[in-house]
Structures are given as C-alpha cells and as structure tokens.
C-alpha cells in the first residue's frame, strides 16, 4: 500500500520470515528504485487493513471516486476521458477540488461491473510516468449531475449540453482535440508525458510507458505544435492569490523565493485592504495550478497559507505601501535571472512539493558546515556533494526535523547572496525541495 506524499510503502509477507529476509537483503545490499536508494525496515503495523468493503465485489457502484496524488500536470475530463473510456463507455465525469484533485466517473446503469474493472485495473496506476497516481473508490451518489461540459465537467450523453463562455480566461485547444468515439485499441492505465521538456522531471528524456496513436490529430503538425500543448486547459488566470501570509515576516521577496520553485514570477503585490493577503502573478496558467496544488495549506512562520486562483487576469501596480519591514509591497521580478523556467536550463527544474530536505546549489567553494548552522539550529543534516574538478560552485542537501522548517528556511534563505574575500561578484545561494525523503 502507497502512503501518499510521504514517498514511502508498506508490503504485506505471507510470514514473518519473509519479511525478516526482505530486510536482511536490503540492509546488506543497496537496492535501487527508479534511481533512488530504498530503505526496508520493519512496520509497527501487524497487517495492511483497507476500508471496508473496499474491494467486495458486492459493494460496487457505477461511480468512482478518483483522487489524483501528486498531480504534477493538469487533469482534465479530456484527460480521465482518456483513461477511463477503455474500459467501458464513460457517461458523465465531473472534476472538483476540495481535498486535492478528485473526480467522479459514471459508468452505464449495466455497467457496474465494468466499474469493478476500472477500478481493479487503474487503482494505483500513474496516468503520466512517475505523478499523477489514481486512487479509486466507491462514490456514494449513483448518478452525476453535469450542467456545462467543460475541462471540470462534462456528460458525453449530451454533446451540446451548454460550454464554458468564451472569454473566460485564456483558452488553449487541447492536444487530443475533439473529444474521441468509441474505439481506443489495447487498454493501458498511462499516458505519454506532455512532450514540452520544460516540465519534465528531469534534464533526461522520459521514454513514453505508452504511445495512443488513435488519438492524436492525424496532422502533420500533431506532433510539434499540439504535441507541445498540455491535455486540456489550466487554470483561468495567470495570478494566484495567496492569503495568510505573516504580516512581519513575509514581503515580496520571499513569496517569490517560495512560488519561482512552480514557474516563472512576473510580479508580486501585497493588498493593502486585505492584511497577509498578496496577488502573484506567473508566466502561465500552469504554473499557477502547480502552485496552488503543491502550496496550498502548507505552514509558514505558524500560519496556514490559502493559495487558490485570483479572478484577477494581471498584477497593476496600484496603492503601493510600505511593508512591516520597510520593503515595498509591490516589487516586478520579470527581469530578474532567477526565475529559473527561462533560461536554456529549464528542463532541469524538478517540480516537487514541499520536503523535510533541500537541495542547495550554487554555493561558494569556501562555504562551510558552520556557516549554513550558524542560527540555523534546525539544520539535523548536512550532506556535500563533490565537487567536479572544474567546478566553482558547491551543491548539497539539508535535512530539516520537519517540511515547515525546510520551508521556512527556504523562504529566507533561497537566493541569499553570500560574498567571500577577492571575489567581485557575491554567489547566489539557490534552493529547491530535494527528491530525497531522507539523507
């Protein structure tokens, strides 16, 4: 069983031996997972206990509950269209957001069975490789009500049932098209990554898990200019507002040290009507849907943050004051060069949610243990990279006792410019939330 966002696991033995040479084995021999080191030990936990009648055949429902984890790319109904319909023909779906990213799927009133098998064959799998993880369950209602097909919701029993209004926000065609017929070919639970590497997880090309040929627009441009586009649309503006803030200890600087990690920061605006309330407005939509999926709810200096999308479609510069520091509650960041989705190095950006570890880079060689610890008791590790022979940089990790920690030094510290003797130009201290669950 997946325990979500902790990027751990508990297996199950049929006896106490088993399990007892599961860890021996991975104890005395590294053993590795899509490149990252496992650890086994054992669970206080006698046994792995699922909600009941979770799995009884006869406790069905033509409707299922979906909960994306980890949803670091946009969904859709085009997209859960996709992924579902295989199965069986998908009536109505319906997309909402109160614990997460959830949806609901409704399957024909005979189709209950085909719902079991939906359920047996995506619960658990990634519909893009390595995020975007389906839990299903059950729902309770056994019917949808769907009054506008749009990119949240849509009831494919009734294909001119009303649309979005135009207008509203900035509309993208999705790579798919027009929604499909009948008729997918093989069925397999995931999808290809979106094919613009400036939100791939890595610097390295991800090999597709599987390809739809069926569904791509059979253009000859279906693979540049639409294969470029995400599944579906993002959010309706390019500004999220974020509330919560401490008065004190937040300013324009430190917001953009904590969202730049989900796309580029254009400006920051703190509102003078609204205390511990600022607007931000990013490059695109999607990164603003990144950061009100990996932001949203976290802690920062004791308050909770509320990240959600503004209504506003861009930052004006009005009614600027005076912070509580004595920074100025409007700052522009479009030029700055550490927005970090610009440059030719994008693809190396790791679009992760907040972790008890940071990666730090961008250090001066001279930087020592001492100097990062010094009135930063809250650092528990500290772990150096080695250094190429050419490089002129230190890079490493940080382990904090919890992820509101590493968050909040990240807000601090995250392009702190330190200077060292005989060098012109200070370094700027760059952090991001590591993939490392521990070091």
Request: glycine residues 4%; aromatic residues 8%; contains cysteine.
């Amino acid at each position: 069983m997946m325990m979500p966002f902790k990027r751990q696991a508990l297996v199950e033995f049929d006896s106490v031996e088993s399990a007892e040479r599961c860890v021996s084995c991975g104890t005395r021999e590294a053993v590795y997972i899509a490149e990252q080191q496992a650890f086994f030990n054992f669970s206080t936990s006698q046994r792995i206990t699922r909600p009941t009648n979770a799995d009884d055949p006869t406790s069905g429902n033509k409707v299922l509950l979906l909960s994306i984890q980890n949803p670091l790319y946009p969904i859709t109904t085009d997209v859960l269209y996709t992924v579902c319909n295989p199965v069986s023909n998908v009536l109505r779906i319906v997309i909402f957001k109160r614990n997460g990213i959830q949806a609901m799927v409704e399957y024909p009133d005979c189709s209950v069975e085909d719902a079991q098998k939906a359920k047996l064959a995506l619960n658990g799998a990634d519909i893009y490789a390595g995020c975007c993880t389906l839990k299903i369950e059950y729902a309770r209602p056994n019917r949808l009500n769907v009054v506008r097909n749009d990119n949240t919701s849509w009831d494919y029993t009734k294909p001119f049932l009303l649309h979005r209004e135009r207008g509203k926000g900035r509309q993208r065609q999705a790579i798919l098209g027009e929604h499909p017929s009948n008729g997918y070919g093989p069925h397999c639970p995931l999808l290809p990554l979106p094919a613009n590497s400036r939100y791939r997880r890595s610097s390295e090309e991800v090999q597709d898990m599987i390809s739809y040929p069926l569904l791509l627009p059979k253009t000859s441009s279906s693979s540049s200019s639409s294969a470029s586009s995400f599944l579906g649309h993002a959010a309706s503006s390019s500004v999220a507002m974020v509330s919560g803030l401490h008065p004190a200890k937040m300013n324009c600087g430190r917001v953009f040290n904590l969202f730049c990690l989900y796309g580029n920061v254009e400006k920051v605006k703190f509102m003078k009507s609204v205390p511990g309330t600022a607007l931000v407005e990013m490059g695109d939509e999607y990164a603003v849907d990144r950061a009100v999926t990996h932001l949203n709810s976290i802690k920062v200096f004791g308050k909770k943050l509320n990240v959600c999308v503004s209504k506003q479609q861009a930052v004006i510069p009005s009614q600027v004051f005076e912070l509580a520091d004595g920074s100025s509650s409007y700052q522009d960041f479009s030029l700055t060069r550490n927005n970090r989705f610009s440059s030719a190095h994008s693809g190396r950006n790791i679009i992760q949610p907040p972790a008890t570890v940071l990666h730090f880079y961008n250090a001066p060689p001279t930087l020592s243990q001492h100097q990062l610890q010094k009135d930063k008791s809250f650092i528990i590790r500290l772990l150096f990279f080695i250094p190429a022979a050419s490089s002129k940089t230190l890079s490493g990790l940080l382990e904090f006792d919890s992820k509101t920690e590493a968050v909040e030094a990240l807000t601090v510290l995250n392009h702190h410019q330190i200077r060292i003797p005989n060098s012109s130009n200070p370094f700027t201290l760059k952090l991001c939330f590591s993939t490392s669950s521990h070091l």
